[in-house]
């Protein structure tokens, strides 16, 4: 188990490419903006719960301090059947690089109407990050949906300061400390746009 007491999880490095949704749809989070809907699936041979981890991801995604506290978005979670505009998915290493069309099996990404989150991040975070495990999947879920809503990277504004969350903190945090929220102290923050040259380790 994490240090911090998030159960462990534990994936083949290949996945099925097969997918488990969760039925049911949750409520919508935020008060005004543009809806957007989004479904829930995992791969199979994950051993991770698709009721659980649907859950959390309707958790972070309905946080005030998230996208929807500015206004602009409002986002459901919606089960099989139901129309939606995109799809998170917790994938494999392996699976996460065809899904992005990609041989990075490190990160996870965004792929037009895929948000795919790599299980082995979502497993272990990133050593560097400087805060809990619980903590590193609310940034990876904030970050990921932030590129579906139009967001592009973005750089640490100062030393010391938060890391916006459109930065790479998987990567490297360049001075900045780890944030999981585009809305600090009930205000949309953001730093410079652009990205830095980090390595990608191997996935």
């Known amino acids: 188990?994490?240090?911090?007491?998030?159960?462990?999880?534990?994936?083949?490095?290949?996945?099925?490419?097969?997918?488990?949704?969760?039925?049911?749809?949750?409520?919508?989070?935020?008060?005004?903006?543009?809806?957007?809907?989004?479904?829930?699936?995992?791969?199979?041979?994950?051993?991770?719960?698709?009721?659980?981890?649907?859950?959390?991801?309707t958790r972070i995604l309905a946080d005030p301090r998230g996208w929807t506290g500015a206004g602009r978005w409002r986002l459901q979670r919606v089960g099989p059947g139901a129309r939606y505009d995109f799809t998170i998915y917790l994938a494999t290493p392996v699976t996460r690089g065809k899904l992005c069309h990609s041989s990075d099996r490190y990160t996870s990404c965004r792929y037009g109407d895929a948000v795919v989150l790599n299980v082995a991040r979502w497993a272990h975070g990133v050593p560097h990050y400087g805060a809990s495990l619980a903590a590193y999947r609310e940034y990876l879920v904030t970050h990921e949906v932030g590129h579906r809503l139009g967001h592009g990277h973005e750089r640490c504004p100062g030393r010391g300061r938060p890391a916006p969350v459109m930065q790479q903190q998987t990567l490297g945090l360049h001075g900045c400390l780890a944030n999981a929220w585009p809305m600090v102290d009930g205000r949309r923050y953001d730093g410079p746009a652009g990205a830095y040259a980090d390595p990608i380790p191997r996935g």
Do not use: C, N
């Not at 290949?14 to 049911?24: H, I, M």
């Open 1 to 57: 188990m994490p240090a911090d007491g998030t159960p462990e999880v534990t994936y083949p490095r290949d996945g099925q490419r097969r997918w488990a949704a969760t039925p049911g749809s949750g409520a919508v989070a935020g008060s005004r903006g543009r809806l957007l809907r989004y479904r829930v699936l995992v791969e199979r041979g994950i051993a991770v719960s698709p009721p659980d981890f649907a859950a959390e991801v």
